[in-house]
């Protein structure tokens, strides 16, 4: 029975990793995607999106108490006109992000690259300026390599025709949801726009590992609608684009926290965090109807012995009471036993290159699958163990006690 109980626990600990390292996974693919986990826009009457004081939206949001981890701004151009030119071939991108390496460069650390990295982008030099990331599939596309020159093609403000020489620095691995983008320095990318090299049209917010992006958020707003014109927060992009045209009058700051951002595929990840509990509820039961049956046999074989216990003078809550300890200290140190090989199994899963496996890129970093163990939801899942220990022996336990001493001894 202990054996059972901690396999099972086993079991639970590393379906609970792998799906809360996915979801985190997921969730930094999408901060990198959608700058940070939460996303502060800025928007004009015009319809043109500009943060109209970059400086002192990050200095405000710096200076805050709120659990932030890294704040940036970028310049996102939404077009669908930017195109890359290399050797006769063209490809276009879905966006093209300018980043604050200097600032951000450490969120870009997780991404997969196949070749070369962000860091080059992070330093001031002129060499560095002129640097872009790519997407593995932009790359095949193209037929270039780190180091190789391609040509940006993209249109200005006022509508203008600009292009732009830049060395590809980067070249990483992304699953088709994220892919098609390319990073750049933001400075460089506000000069090929004409715009003033300062300005940004979104702030990345990163939140501290622990706090929630929507809790944040909320705190957020009140603290930048002291200062800036700031809309009511949205649930999903649909509902912002929707009265966005007839809510900004006066340029506006927009906040999306990254459950707004991912609305869509939201479904994906309630799907799979569903999975995860309707399994460890099969478990729970499994491990309920074996300790069950395991406490009758145990009783009905206890009998006399209980009979001997109860003739010494020992009441009936103490029977129950033996009962329910053996029952209580089984599934702890099975729990604990079973923790410990859940933890040595997940660390294998993890060392293991699963890129083979297809559509898996959404949910693997590096090729690797990432795990989370969260102490939150590790000491649950102990508690619900034995608690469902304690469950399964109660009513045995009760029968136990309930047991007469006469009744006891002459039984064979």
Known sequence: MALAIAIAFALIT????????????????????????????????????????????????????????TVAPRTVYYNNDAVLFYAGQSVRQRRLIGVDFSREGKEFSSLSFIQGSWEPLSTASDQSKGG??????????????????LTLYLTTDTGQYNTADLIVRGIFNETSLFGYAAYMNNRELNRLLERPENSATDMAVYVRSGFSPDAVAVKMEGL?????????????????????????????????????????????????????????TVFLVIILTGILNTYRVLVHERTKEIGVLRALGMQRGTVRFLFILEA????????????????????????????FIPGSGLILENGHLRTELNSRTTLLNGLLMIGTTILAAWGPARRAGQIRPVDAMRSN
């Open 132 to 149: 872009i990331l790519i997407s593995l599939g932009a790359s095949k596309l193209l037929g270039c390599r780190v180091g190789d020159q």
């Open 328 to 355: 209580a200290l089984l599934g702890l140190f099975s729990a604990l036993i079973g923790f410990l090989l859940g933890f040595v199994l997940l660390k294998t899963l993890g060392s293991l290159d699963l890129s």
């Open 14 to 69: 590393m379906i609970t990793g792998a799906t809360y390292g996915s979801l985190e996974a997921v969730k930094d693919k999408a901060a990198r995607y959608f700058s940070g986990h939460i996303d502060v826009m800025g928007y004009n009457p015009t319809g043109r999106q500009d943060i109209p004081d970059p400086q002192g939206v990050f200095q405000t949001l710096i200076s805050s108490s709120l659990p932030l981890r």
């Open 224 to 280: 930048l609608a002291r200062s800036f014109s700031v809309a009511p927060l949205f649930n999903s992009r649909e509902k912002r684009d929707a009265v966005l045209g007839t809510l900004v009058k006066e340029p506006t700051l927009v906040i999306m926290t990254q459950n707004a951002q991912l609305a869509q595929i939201r479904q994906f990840l309630d799907a799979l965090l569903g999975v995860t509990y309707f399994v460890l």
